[in-house]
């Protein structure tokens, strides 16, 4: 217990240096019985490790960062267990080192690196003077520290009907950095691309495009911990809710933790955070222009849709799940990467306050998906920049996808 504590002020006092991840390994475990399940579970709920990826089931792979102090510890928990272990990178600090000397500072706006949130930000600036008929800089709401979630609004003045816009966002879990990353690539494809039926598509809809949903997680995943998945909320000795488990839709019932300093903390109750409850205020105000609701998160390589609380296939999920297997055909043709499709609850395991399952449950946004972006675990949060461009590729193709058999159903249905 001393030990936990002396770990969690060290973590909670070390804002004014970065952390460093010298020897913390990257274990991927998979479960082979239902025993080696609860056993991990219980893993997840105590503090020290940091679960990569979530307890899903029998023969799914668990990754877990373990500091060096915990390697013994949790080498005597497994080895009591059915579950096979590999080493996916042995020491990650090497990684952000490499990932770290790919920054290029004062660059030019581009996807040949990651880009802090000021870069982001003046980069969107920039696209409303640079199109200011066309993108519209909105503020849709600010952080505990008082960062503005900034987004933009693109409309070629050509979208009719009720449900006729497109929402995007990304990095709402902070050191998902492909995320944002992605959904730059995209508002700029939708400004400049010469393609037909990209442009056909650009134009016919209104866009929302918000990079960062989690400004202040994701600057301090630049400036002191690149592994930072919440908020910076202060809860006691611990920091940060996970805003992804936050949104009051069926909140808290499975898949999140009532503890603070676990990483998927919910919250002291719904919308606690400052950036879900403000965006979430906006969201609201626009839910009902919204034909699509896409979130971009990191990694797995999988395509999700609602719900998170129930396996059930509910709303129109027999009309939602062929576009969600069709969007990942067309993702998979450009570079052969190959996603997994399905209900969050039935593919991954629950999980309840999604963002995702907000809109669909409470604003009936008729089409609502969640990726989960490269890699399966080779680099994980840490994909490097080489692949920006290839992920932004295929993941514009697949979601150029899912927009238009909306199109086509909408016309019909709705
Ligand atoms: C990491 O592990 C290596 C090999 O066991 C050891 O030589 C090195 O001192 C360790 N580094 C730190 C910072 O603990
Ligand atoms: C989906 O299910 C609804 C209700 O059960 C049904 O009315 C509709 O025709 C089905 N659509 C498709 C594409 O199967
Ligand atoms: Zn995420």
Known sequence: MRLVLVA?????????????????????????DDQAIDTLRQLEQ????????????VGMPVDILVPPQKKREIMEVVEALAVDQEILMSNIQEEIDREAGSLRAGDTFGW??????????????????????????????????????????????????QRQAVWIDSNIHAREWISGAVNTY????LLTSTDRSIRNLAERHDWYIFPVLNPDGFHYTYTTNRMWRKTRTPYGLCVGADPNRNWDYKWNQGGSSSIPCTETYAGPRAFSEACTASTSRYLGGIAKELLVYVSFHSYSQMLLLPYGHTAQHLDNYNVTYPIAVEAANSLTKRYGTRYTVGNVAETIYVATGSSMDWLKGVHHVPFAYTYELRDTGKYGFLLPADQIIPTAEETLDSVLTIVREADKISEKVL
Do not use: M, Q
């Open 112 to 161: 040949n690196s990651y880009h802090t949130i000021e870069e982001i930000y003046n980069w969107l600036r920039s696209l409303s003077t640079k199109y200011p008929k066309i993108v519209t800089l909105v503020e849709a709401g600010r952080s505990h520290e008082n960062r503005p979630v900034l987004g933009v609004k693109v409309s070629f003045g050509k979208a009719t009907g």
């Open 186 to 189: 995209i508002l700029n494809a």
């Open 46 to 57: 105590s503090v020290g490790y940091d679960f990569w990826t979530s307890v899903n089931g």
């Open 8 to 32: 969690i002020l060290w973590i909670g006092c070390s804002s004014a240096t970065r952390v460093r991840f010298d020897n913390h390994t990257l274990y991927r475990f998979t479960p082979k």
